[in-house]
Each structure stands twice: as C-alpha cells, then as structure tokens.
C-alpha cells in the first residue's frame, strides 16, 4: 500500500530527487576534473545549479541542495573546513527567498544572482587560498585566475537556468496531470 502523501506529493519528489541526482553527478564532474578547463579557468557548474535550484526550488530546499553541492566542493578541498558547504547553503537559501519576496524568476535575475555569487566565490577562494593555505601572489591570482573564472561560469549559466526550467516544468505538467483526473 502506497501512503497518500506519497501519491499527493509524487510529482514534487521525483522533482527534488532528479535535482539531486543532477547536482550530484556535476559535483562529481567538478571534483573528478573531467570538465575541460577553458584557458586554464575552472568550470563551475555547481554555482550555477545552486543558483537556479535555489530560484526555483525556493528557500529551503535552495539550502538543502546549496548545502550538497557545498559539501561536495569541499570534498576537493584538502582543508575539508566547510566554508563552501555554508556559502552554497546560504546561496541556495538568499536565492529562493529573494524569488519569493522580491524578484521574479527569469535569465536576467539569474544572470544578476550568478554574477554576485560567482564573484563573491572568487573572492572566497582567493582569501581561503591566500589567507589558508599561504599561496603567495597577492592580487594577481584574483585578477588573472579567480575573477575570470567568474566570468566563465556567469557565461555557461543560461545552460543550466534553462535545464532547471525545464525539469521544473515537466514536473509541473506531471502534477497538472495528475490532478485534472
């Protein structure tokens, strides 16, 4: 016997476990270090997920899905001290709460929440790997690898805004489905 919850709530289940298959099978991409670096910067793609998981998704469960993918860029890390597991998290969550309160949910909204999470991710990383590990250089890091690496994943963000839409809106339909019967 299958629970009434489960029947209600299928649509919406099945939605959160593909985000979770989704960010989970790019956070092993990102780690494994089979994306192809594009002129020796970094893609990214779990800062844009967060992000669009988060705008659609809302707050809490932006958090939940911030918090994985946060936990799985730490994994790359030798210090493992979480500091991205609570920046993905609190991306996740500022994401959905502005889409509930304030914003609405498009690309140019993405774009802007991408922007200022993608750069305040450089700067992260440039202090974790200046200030932690005591990699020298100063600025130059950040201006010749950071930032533009921030601006690499602003540009590949519409491709994964569109394939959140996506899941989101079939899911959706699934529901619209299951409830005109």
Known sequence: MIPQA????R????????????????????ISDVLPDVFGLELLPLLALTVTVGMFERETYGMIF????????????????GVYALFFALAGFICGLLMTYLMMNNLLTATILTSFWSVLYALVSWLVSVGVH???????????????????????????????????KEFLNMENDELSF
């Open 6 to 9: 489960w029947k209600e709530n």
């Open 11 to 30: 649509p919406k289940i099945m939605r959160r476990v593909v985000f979770f298959f989704l960010i989970s099978g790019f956070g092993v991409l990102q």
């Open 66 to 81: 911030g918090l994985l993918a946060g936990v799985l860029c730490d994994m790359n890390n030798a210090d493992g001290d």
């Open 134 to 168: 005591g990699i020298s250089g100063g600025w130059k890091p950040l201006l010749t690898f950071y930032l533009p690496t921030a601006l690499l994943n602003i540009i590949i963000m519409p491709i994964f805004y569109y394939l959140v839409r996506a899941i989101k």
